[in-house]
């Protein structure tokens, strides 16, 4: 059984920032990458980052320059910096880790006031 566990959502205004956490716990050898995705109301899951061996590591272009991922695979957990907080990034933050298949956090809620 492989869990996540996500930390770190709250209530910012615009400009502000957040830092989320993500440990992954259970029967896990090492993921091949972990990552976040955000769900706003109504909107399909969208990838915001992810890092993979080596730190290599993927941006949306929505978050590129504001968001910076980071974490140790070897010890499965991650981390997402959230600077320059637009209210358009308000959405639940999901962590994501991938060992053949994707497995899912429970989700936090960023929420940004303008």
């Known amino acids: 059984q492989v869990r996540l566990v996500e930390s770190g959502g709250g209530l910012v205004q615009a400009g502000g920032s957040l830092r989320l956490s993500c440990v992954g716990s259970?029967?896990?050898?090492?993921?091949?990458?972990m990552g976040w995705y955000r769900q706003a109301p109504g909107s399909r899951r969208e990838l915001v980052a992810t890092?993979?061996?080596?730190?290599?590591?993927n941006y949306a272009d929505s978050v590129k320059g504001r968001f910076t991922i980071s974490g140790d695979i070897a010890k499965n957990t991650v981390y997402l910096q959230l600077n320059s907080l637009k209210p358009e990034d308000t959405a639940v933050y999901y962590c994501?880790?991938?060992?053949?298949?994707?497995?899912w956090g429970q989700g936090t809620q960023v929420t940004v006031s303008s």
């Open positions: 994501n880790a991938n060992l053949l298949i994707d497995y």
């Open positions: 259970g029967n896990i050898f090492r993921f091949n990458s």
């Open positions: 890092i993979a061996s080596g730190s290599r590591t």
